[in-house]
Each structure stands twice: as structure tokens, then as C-alpha cells.
């Protein structure tokens, strides 16, 4: 048997490919979580194409963008958040059935999976948003050029304080926690950093 025709199966990677396009879009930039979203749900789909479909699931998956986009461009209220998290957690859990109209994901998996993705899409939602907020407040094209200091070491990731913030960053070199370091290109809310040297900060 397929195991992509495994519902248990389909069903995580579904809820994987939710939970990486979710963060790509409050972390945008190197473009590796849209990749990995992308491939678990077309991987989801492929399985969902064996399986009994839940009509009411599935919608309430689809209406659950709506206060998904809410919560992102109009209020800004923890509320719609709460929305959307339930809409995915709700929808994929009940979207795959049995022949008997019964829910076809097994009952622990989806309770562990839910327990693990709740609190990892209310924090990353909560940041998002606040830097969302924070942005219209504040000139984020100020932010190339500027030099800060490199928090953790950084190359295919870290993260680097800048203008009294602390920021994503990430570089083509490897670069050790503590360095000073300039902002070379801004990705969404990702800087792509250089480092430099000590006595160039210097007036």
C-alpha cells in the first residue's frame, strides 16, 4: 500500500505544510519554507486523491483564511488568530474519513499533533503580528545600511540586534556571535548581514 495513501500520513504532512506556509509568511526570505510547504501539501494532495473527503472540513480549512488575513491586515486582534488556529486544527484533524463517515485519523496522533502545533503557531502568529505592528511604526528601509551587533552566530541563519530591535538575519558567511555586523539587503522581516570590522564602526 501507498503509505501517502495512509490518511494518518496524509494528515501529517498536511498539517506540516500548513504550519511551514504559515511561518513563511511571517518569515519570509531564504525561501526554503515555501518549498517545504509546498512539497508536503502536494504530497498531502497526492494521498488526498485515495481518500474520502469531509466537505464541512475542507470549508471550514478554506474559511479559516479569512480570519487568517484579519488578523494580519485589518485589526490585528489575538481573536482571529485563535480562528485560525482552531480552523486548521479542526479542519485537517476531521478533513479524511472512513467509508462510515467517521473521522479516519487516528485519535493519539491527532491529539499529540495538535498539543505540538497550537502553542508553535499561537507564538510565531503573536511575533508576527507584532512585528507587523511594529513595522508601520517604523521605517524598515532605514534598516539597510545600519550596523548592529550579531547575537547568536549566524550564517544560513540567526539573528542580530539593529535600530533597538532584535531581528532574523542570515549571511553567506559565517559569522560569530558578538561581531559587529551591517545590513546589506532587507528580505520581509529577514536581514541578510555582512560582517565588518571593528575599526570601521569607529568615527
Do not use: C
Amino acid at each position: 500500500m501507498n503509505p501517502l495513501m495512509d490518511p494518518n500520513v496524509a494528515y501529517v504532512l498536511l498539517v506540516l505544510g500548513l504550519v511551514l506556509g504559515i511561518l513563511a509568511l511571517f518569515s519570509p526570505g531564504t525561501g526554503l519554507l515555501e518549498i517545504g510547504a509546498l512539497f508536503a501539501i502536494v504530497l498531502a494532495g497526492i494521498g488526498a486523491l485515495s481518500l474520502r473527503i469531509n466537505p464541512w472540513a475542507l470549508g471550514i480549512l478554506v474559511v479559516g483564511v479569512v480570519p487568517f488575513y484579519l488578523a494580519l491586515r485589518r485589526s490585528r486582534h489575538w481573536i482571529f488568530l485563535l480562528l485560525t488556529i482552531a480552523a486548521v486544527i479542526a479542519g485537517s484533524v476531521f478533513l479524511f474519513e472512513t467509508a462510515e463517515g467517521q473521522p479516519a485519523v487516528n485519535f493519539w496522533l491527532a491529539l499529540v499533533t495538535s498539543i505540538i502545533v497550537i502553542p508553535i503557531l499561537w507564538i510565531v502568529g503573536r511575533k508576527g503580528i507584532e512585528a507587523i505592528g511594529r513595522g508601520k511604526d517604523f521605517d524598515l528601509t532605514r534598516l539597510v545600511g545600519a550596523i548592529g551587533e550579531a547575537k547568536t552566530d549566524i550564517h544560513r541563519d540567526g539573528a542580530v540586534y539593529v535600530m533597538g530591535e532584535e531581528w532574523s538575519a542570515w549571511s553567506d558567511e559565517e559569522i560569530p556571535a558578538g561581531s559587529k555586523v551591517r545590513v546589506v539587503r532587507r528580505e520581509g522581516l529577514i536581514l541578510q548581514v555582512e560582517k565588518v570590522d571593528e575599526e570601521s564602526t569607529i568615527p
